[in-house]
């Protein structure tokens, strides 16, 4: 079936730095997602972006938090500074049409702030 | 917003043995629940998905769910596990519009004796 990739695997930063997760989502979709997974614990919605925009987003997605698609490449998750809290497993998805249809999910960047 | 609790971190069956793992939602709308599986290091796969109707839905590998309104509930359900099934299943809750992102539980992991 479909499939989102998610480039790295895993990444290793030390923290102030700037990373960039990157998600390659299924090819006709509209809605992409980022969610995030401390080990062992609750998969946390981060953000919902539509059309260029965000749609939603919740109080983990902190300033130093963005995301962007620029012209249909990948849909990527920028953390500028790093904090030792963002280490986690950071989730991509995507959906056709809207967050009532089924999500793709991608498997997982584990980022690693030191 | 919404929010899913999962309350069972770990459940261990015999394989052959029924399976039922709980799902209550937090959403005062008519929600729309889903259930994912997610084996390890790989993202999350839909199993099925309830938007209305028949409150029990049928979805792959002969799982089915049944939608409590009065209970809040949406648990998961099979006749007969096999060592297969062993693997992270996570409920999510969504308010059904585009600004509002699917929620999740904090999973339920499955082990499945052989």
């Known amino acids: 079936g479909p499939k989102v990739l998610q480039i790295p695997s895993h990444q290793i930063i030390d923290m102030g730095q700037m990373v960039t997760l990157n998600c390659d989502p299924v090819?006709?979709?509209?809605?992409f997602y980022w969610y995030k997974q401390i080990l062992g614990q609750q998969m946390e919605f981060l953000v919902n972006?539509?059309?260029?925009?965000?749609?939603?987003k919740s109080k983990l997605f902190k300033d130093q938090f963005s995301v962007e698609r620029p012209d249909g490449s990948y849909f990527t998750l920028k953390i500028q500074p790093t904090a030792l809290e963002d280490s986690a497993v950071y989730f991509c998805?995507?959906?056709?049409?809207?967050?009532?249809?089924?999500?793709?999910f991608g498997p997982g960047t584990r980022l690693t702030v030191l | 917003a919404q929010s899913v609790t999962q309350p069972d971190a770990r459940v261990t069956v015999s394989e052959g043995a029924s399976l039922q793992l709980r799902c209550k939602y937090s959403?005062?709308?008519?929600?729309?629940l889903f259930w994912y599986v997610q084996y390890p290091r790989q993202g999350l796969q839909l199993l099925l998905k309830?938007?209305?109707?028949?409150?029990v839905v049928q979805g792959v590998n002969g799982f089915e769910a049944e939608f409590i309104k009065s209970n809040s509930s949406f648990h998961l359900r099979k006749a007969s596990v096999h060592w297969s099934d062993s693997a992270v299943y996570f409920c999510?809750?969504?308010?059904?519009?585009?600004?509002?992102?699917?929620?999740f539980g904090a999973g339920t992991k499955l082990s499945v004796k052989p």
């Open positions: 998805a995507s959906s056709l049409e809207g967050v009532s249809y089924e999500q793709y």
């Open positions: 090819s006709n979709h509209l809605y």
């Open positions: 972006f539509y059309n260029g925009k965000v749609m939603e």
């Open positions: 959403y005062s709308g008519t929600p729309y």
């Open positions: 309830y938007y209305s109707g028949d409150p």
């Open positions: 999510a809750v969504s308010a059904g519009n585009n600004n509002n992102a699917p929620r």
